[in-house]
């Protein structure tokens, strides 16, 4: 039932003159029902605003963790790969003595 037929109701529920008298405090009633729903229509479209803005950051976020994630991985690699391979025979001559 929408707000017009349960004014429809109550008019033909109560004579013209009791109509009358609380036709003002129906007034009320609507301006009232009116600006809660402008209010709630503001804070959904703030909601909606925020929840766009936290799934941004969260993409965000897991976009630089991935980065973070591989640059620490090329490190090591490149870490690894600049130390040079010790053999047990090139760190003696010939007459087995340790080369420093």
Do not use: H, W
């Amino acid at each position: 039932m929408n707000f017009d037929e349960i004014l429809n109701s109550i008019d033909e529920k109560l004579d013209k003159e009791t109509f009358s008298s609380i036709s003002d405090d129906i007034a009320n009633l609507m301006s009232y029902n009116e600006a809660l729903n402008n209010d709630i229509k503001a804070k959904e479209e703030k909601i909606d605003k925020l929840q766009k803005k936290a799934d941004m950051l969260v993409e965000a976020n897991g976009n630089l963790l991935q980065k973070v994630s591989a640059g620490v991985e090329e490190k090591k690699q490149e870490k690894e790969e600049e130390k040079p391979k010790i053999d047990l025979r090139s760190a003696f001559d010939k007459n087995g003595n340790f080369i420093k």
